[in-house]
């Protein structure tokens, strides 16, 4: 071997240890970080469930992040707080018996720019906001409490004492969200109890990986639009194991709304929803209704849907909404006597004041119904836009009994040969205009 040779081998081994090393100093620096905890209860907080911590939570979490990030512990206790703001570099973990537990105070929830129902504008901060931050995680065997039942309590009293005719004494002001990630990368929530959420529980906004696992996620049924789990305009979804029973749709895919969904146009996308049971609620995974941005790429699989559910596969927009929904399959779902297995409705909640259409007119094409079965009272209602059909649905291996058939209207491309139906009233599939 030539001297040039050696030296040139001798420089490229000099740069391979270089590289070794400075990957073992970036990983012993990520586990140094990932191993300091920030127990709040020993930075002032206190879990009486009565003393209002979100100064000394927020310090906790500016601290932790300022010392170049670590885990923020909530302990045992019932650690009453407004909104929360997370940092670069900080996790939050919620330990078996704690509670992170909501204000029902609005002055404890600031304004901030983010989507709220499918609109960009200022609206009510979440209890636990993660904005633009990449490697976020929230977990632990404890429970995030939302006080929503407190919050409906509070909303009857005031209309009480409000003489009737007269304009509330203080502007409107949202109830927060739960949880919000908002452009957020590399994401994850898992193991904890979410419970009782003022209004929407765990929003994902139009953030990217994000991992939601093991949660349990429960709303009283008077708390309205408690839905479970809202993806919004974010991509590469994986929501698993989770066990969810709420007053809207266990879990909604969303993309935007009317004029300022289409001007954002941001889809929803490569998601999968799987090994999930989900109890009452408005829908169990849920198309829309904001549909503006466009939906694609969804999976939902091997899941069990049960009595109570209004419509486990649920797929809603309205004229004015615009947007493509497309290559959505659900596979592997256990019906146990809910009131309807599908429901497709284009003209969904269609109340004044009532919106022209968009110009282009919404579209739900290349949907896979595989291996849906069980008990159900009505199989449910296919329901496009007379402009605008439902394309190409198929159904495969497929067998439902119930009390009433299915209502097919404004359809193309309907395969029903892998659908059994077995009924007590009427015939099992009625075609009504259109359909094709």
Not at 39 to 53: F, H, K, M, R
Not at 207 to 215: Q, R
Request: charge should be positive.
């Amino acid at each position: 071997m030539c001297s040039k040779t050696i030296i040139v081998a001798n420089r490229l081994i000099f740069c391979i240890l270089l590289l070794g090393l400075s990957l073992l100093a970036s990983s012993a620096s990520a586990m140094r970080r990932a191993s300091r905890s920030y127990v709040i209860s020993e930075y002032g907080a206190v879990g009486d469930g009565q003393t209002l911590n979100t100064s000394a939570i927020q310090a906790v979490i500016d601290k932790c992040s300022a010392a170049g990030g670590g885990v923020v512990v909530v302990p045992a206790g019932t650690f009453l707080t407004g909104a929360i703001f997370l940092k670069p570099g900080v996790n939050l973990s919620v330990l078996k018996d704690g509670v992170l537990k909501g204000s029902i105070n609005p002055d404890d929830y600031p304004q901030i720019q983010t989507r709220w129902e499918g609109v960009e504008r200022e609206w009510t901060s979440a209890l636990i906001n993660a904005n633009n931050l990449t490697g976020v995680e929230i977990s632990g065997a404890g429970t995030i409490d939302g006080s929503g039942d407190a919050w409906v309590l509070r909303a009857q009293q005031q209309r009480q004492q409000q003489p009737q005719g007269t304009p509330p004494a203080t502007p409107y002001r949202g109830r927060p969200r739960l949880i919000c990630f908002q452009n957020c990368r590399q994401a994850r929530i898992s193991s904890l109890r979410l419970h009782n959420q003022a209004v929407w529980c765990l929003h994902i906004l139009y953030s990217e990986n994000v991992v939601a696992e093991n949660l349990t996620i429960t709303a009283d049924h008077n708390i309205p639009s408690s839905d479970g789990i809202d993806v919004d305009s974010s991509k590469k979804v994986r929501i698993t194991g989770c066990n969810i029973d709420v007053n809207d749709d266990c879990i909604s895919i969303k993309s935007g709304k009317d004029a300022d969904g289409l001007r954002v146009n941001r889809s929803s996308e490569d998601i999968v929803v799987e090994k999930c049971r989900f109890g009452y609620g408005h829908g169990g995974v849920a198309m829309g209704s904001e549909t503006s941005g466009g939906i694609r790429n969804v999976e939902v699989r091997n899941c069990v849907m049960e009595a109570g559910n209004w419509a486990p596969i649920r797929f809603k927009s309205q004229p004015s909404r615009g947007g493509v929904v497309e290559n959505i399959t659900y596979r592997n779902i256990k019906l146990n006597d809910t009131r309807k297995v599908f429901e497709f409705n284009m003209e969904w909640r269609m109340v004044p004041p009532v919106l022209p259409p968009a110009k282009v007119l919404p579209v739900v094409r290349n949907v896979k119904i595989v291996n849906v079965s069980g008990t159900t009272t009505n199989v449910g209602d296919i329901h496009g836009l007379k402009d605008s059909p439902i394309l190409n649905v198929t159904f495969k291996h497929c067998n439902i009994k119930a009390q009433k058939g299915i209502v097919i209207e404004n359809a193309r491309g309907v395969d029903f040969s892998g659908l059994a139906i077995e009924v007590k009233e009427g015939k099992p599939i009625v075609r009504q205009e259109n359909v094709q």
